[in-house]
């Protein structure tokens, strides 16, 4: 199978920047889309940032400007650079993967979320 491994979340002041990380590893033929979604308590989650294969990205409103995807399709993993942060943006931030692995089969994968805490 295949696990998505995140890295970077933590605390952070109002302003300050964050780098998520995310490593595909397993059994993997292609990785198609990958992504950061985000939940917050009490809320759904939400996409946050998406990239294709060929590095096309597109992100939720409320981080345009502050936030960049990008992908290293060598190493399967995606990133997430988040600046200027702000309260509004605490929640688990998950990341996801669009996989076809070894034998065909296609299907989305999640890791394991990590916390990102936006306070003074």
């Known amino acids: 199978q295949v696990q998505l491994v995140e890295s970077g979340g933590g605390l952070v002041r109002p302003g300050g920047s964050l780098r998520l990380s995310c490593a595909a590893s397993?059994?993997?033929?292609?990785?198609?889309?990958m992504g950061w979604y985000r939940q917050a308590p009490g809320k759904q989650r939400e996409l946050v940032a998406g990239i294709t294969h060929s590095g096309s990205t597109n992100y939720t409103d409320s981080v345009k400007g502050r936030f960049t995807i990008s992908r290293d399709n060598a190493k399967n993993t995606v990133n997430l650079l988040m600046n200027s942060l702000e309260p509004k943006d605490t929640a688990v931030y998950y990341c996801?993967?669009?996989?076809?692995?070894?034998?065909?089969?296609?299907?989305?994968?999640w890791g394991q979320g990590t916390q990102v805490t936006v306070s003074s």
């Open positions: 996801n993967a669009d996989v076809r692995i070894m034998d065909m089969r296609r299907r989305a994968y």
């Open positions: 397993g059994s993997i033929f292609s990785i198609y889309d």
